[in-house]
């Protein structure tokens, strides 16, 4: 099966979003025709994270009404995927943002210091060259004073 097919999409519940925040636990809907290590090697590649384990419920179609009309609930497949501490996805734009923040905050505190490296180097420089100037203008006075 293509893995750009298993995942369907993820489940985004009150249960799942405590399981996320807390355990870093992520639960998606996927194809019924999958299995434990298609998904984790779906997940491995499309979100670029470690998985630690896979576990996978079958709900079969359920019964509906609405009004007069009766059918059935879609039967779904789902996977709850276990990530590494490390390892982070992403679901929402906001979190893209701040995420991004972040880098760009990280990136500018790297700059600055290099810049500051930079200065501190070149003060450095200017002040060892004064000090050697002002060291053979001593001299040169001395040797002129000795001389009178």
Known sequence: MNINQVIKYPILTEK????????????????????KI?????????????????????????????GRFSGFKNAVKKAIVYLDEKSKILLFAEEAKEAKKEVAKDEEVK?????????????KKATEAKLAKEAEIKETTEKVDKEK
């Not at 799942?16 to 999958?34: G, H, K, L, P, W």
């Not at 700059?111 to 003060?123: D, G, L, Y």
């Open 16 to 35: 799942s979003e405590i399981a996320r925040s807390n355990q870093n636990v992520y639960t998606f809907a996927v194809d019924r025709r999958t299995n």
């Open 38 to 66: 298609e998904v984790k090697k779906a997940v491995e590649f499309i979100f670029d994270v470690k998985v630690l384990k896979v576990n996978i419920i079958n709900y079969d179609k359920k019964p509906a009404r609405l």
């Open 111 to 123: 700059e600055i210091s290099e810049a500051e490296k930079k200065a501190a180097e070149k003060i």
